[in-house]
């Protein structure tokens, strides 16, 4: 069996002069090697559109098939999504393997999936990708049993016609199954969050393209401000280095609290039947006060970025949040950091500075209702005492004959929470 990191794979990719192309395909080249495969050599074509019958047009297609046979390479990727008859037909030319790159993410995604909610995410989005393609596989596994052609006798194509049926009712209930396991798990995550939701705690989501800093933002914030500095993210120089969504509760020296939360990354293309299947885990996202998007801005089709995280939230339906953009990785380029206009902010999230710049920011955004008041505490209410101690900034307290006066700052919940015991400073 061949180790699947010396894998090596030639990637083909259609240009239809869309001004993206390159990066496109750079993108393709990066999610191989992030699935630790090895691309051996870019294959493409200039075409307004695809090849019905095989992507390429029949030239390249010979000159894809002559490549094949001299690197060796048994796996073929393309940068579109293909249909069944088209990786089909290809693969009848060129002797190996073809996925699409759906097909490829979904890949990636498989091996990268922790835990059981992620990976019912993900069976659940190949299950749906393999339905429509079923028969591709289907006839293969019948031709080699049976070591005749798909268009064989009329008794052949019965029996793979038989095959075929069994095979979509199994692949059906294996779907409809899943999709049960999976409302279960997410009633779970609806529990959760509701419970978050009744702290009353504000919510903010690091969201963005795949490997733009997310987590070490992240685990920046959660060193400073965090319960647990061991409650810290995975981080890694990869595509879709991890999956799952992490939530923590940070704390700032003034006793203001807020939920932090790093979502899954964004790609180009990222396949339609993905976006659904994690819509449950982007759902911290939706449900937010307030977003972070972070941005590679040392990637030179950073805006590019910018875009597909605005189509994919937008398809989520995560639309109206008040929004953060966070322009990290500033560290590998010339100019000054950390600069700030507005809600966008130049940062790299390895400099102390940057991360308070970042922190500001949220504050202002999320505590904007904060207003200071003074409070007269009865002597008999130490409870009050007690949870203003530690869930508020208290910035003066005097204990009068009436009671204790604190001045403290109040938002949210808690204004109406302490009305009653406002008093009027003369």
């Known amino acids: 069996m061949t180790d699947i990191t010396t894998t090596p794979v030639i990637t083909i990719a259609l240009d239809r002069k869309k001004i993206n192309f390159e990066y496109s395909v750079e993108e393709l080249n990066n999610l191989v090697t992030a699935n630790n495969m090895n691309v051996v050599a870019t294959l493409t074509q200039k075409l307004d559109r695809p090849d019905a019958a095989t992507y390429f047009g029949k030239g390249k297609i010979e000159e894809l098939a002559q490549l094949v046979q001299d690197t060796g390479v048994d796996m ?45 995410q993900v069976e659940l989005a190949r299950l749906k ?27 052949n194509r019965g029996a793979g016609e038989s095959q075929l049926e069994l095979s979509r009712r199994t692949l059906q209930d294996r ?10 798990a ?65 704390t700032l020296p003034d006793q203001k609290t807020f939920l932090l939360s790093d ?23 939706a ?61 790299a999230a390895t400099d102390d500075a940057s991360i308070q710049n970042l922190v500001e920011m949220i504050v202002e955004n999320i505590f904007d209702d904060y ?5 007269m505490i009865p002597f008999d209410r130490g409870d009050i005492i007690n949870y203003l101690n530690e869930n508020a900034n208290i910035l003066s307290t005097d204990y009068l004959a009436d009671g204790t006066k604190i001045t403290v700052e109040l938002g949210g ?9 406002e008093v009027t400073e003369e």
């Open 175 to 184: 779907i409809s199954h899943v999709q049960a396991e999976l409302k279960e």
């Open 76 to 120: 073929v990727i393309a940068n579109d999504e293909l249909s069944p008859s088209q990786i089909r037909n290809i693969e009848k030319n060129i002797a190996a393997r073809v996925i699409d790159r759906t097909g490829l993410i979904l890949e990636i995604f498989a091996n990268r999936a922790q835990s059981s909610e992620a990976k019912l």
């Open 371 to 375: 207003e200071t008041k003074t409070l």
């Open 413 to 421: 919940a808690d204004l109406n929470r302490f009305a009653k015991f």
């Open 263 to 285: 979502t899954v990354g964004f790609v180009s293309q990222l396949p339609h039947q993905l976006v659904q299947a994690f819509k449950s885990t982007l759902a911290e996202a």
């Open 129 to 155: 990708y393999q339905l429509p393609r079923l028969h591709t596989s289907a006839n293969q596994r019948l031709d080699q049993q049976t070591g005749t052609s798909a268009g064989g006798g009329f008794t």
């Open 287 to 347: 449900n937010a006060d307030l977003l972070v998007q972070v941005v590679d801005y040392s990637d030179p089709n950073y805006q590019l970025m910018m875009k597909t995280t605005a189509d994919t939230l937008n398809e989520i339906g995560v639309t109206g949040q008040p929004m953060i953009i966070a322009l990290n990785k500033a560290d590998k380029l010339e100019g000054p950091y950390p600069t700030r206009e507005g809600n966008d902010l130049i940062m």
């Open 186 to 250: 997410q009633k779970a995550n609806d529990t959760k969050r509701k419970q978050r939701d009744r702290s009353e705690l504000p919510t903010v989501a690091l969201v963005g393209y795949t490997n733009a800093g997310k987590s070490t933002i992240m685990n920046a914030l959660i060193s400073r401000f965090g319960e647990n500095e061991e409650k810290q993210v995975m981080v890694k120089n990869m595509l879709f280095a991890t999956l799952d969504t992490s939530v923590r509760k940070l």
